[in-house]
């Protein structure tokens, strides 16, 4: 089993992660209400702003205050997220 670190010294096991969202949306925070309505919420953001929010195969829903972007790099095995290179035309 993979951990990942989603900050703060918490993981999450990569092989149970669905999605890494954006909190943003309307449609992803009725998901985070519906969670918290059904205590499936997991807040590892520990007071700090939501950058994060990662649906498990277990239908829990964990938020983070880290980027998806640094998140998704972390799973896939790299430290950093990579910065993506605009080729000129």
Do not use: C, W
Not at 16 to 22: D, F, G, P, Q, T
């Amino acid at each position: 089993m993979v951990l990942v670190n989603i900050g703060f010294g918490s993981m999450v096991a990569a092989g149970r992660v669905l999605s890494i969202l954006a909190p943003d949306s309307a449609p992803i925070k009725r998901v985070i209400q519906e969670a918290k309505d059904r205590g499936m919420l997991i807040d590892a953001s520990y007071g700090r702003k939501t950058k994060s929010v990662i649906l498990m195969d277990t239908d829990h829903v964990i938020l983070s205050a880290v980027s998806p972007e640094t998140i998704t790099a972390r799973v896939m095995g790299r430290e950093e997220p990579r910065q993506i290179e605009e080729e000129s035309v």
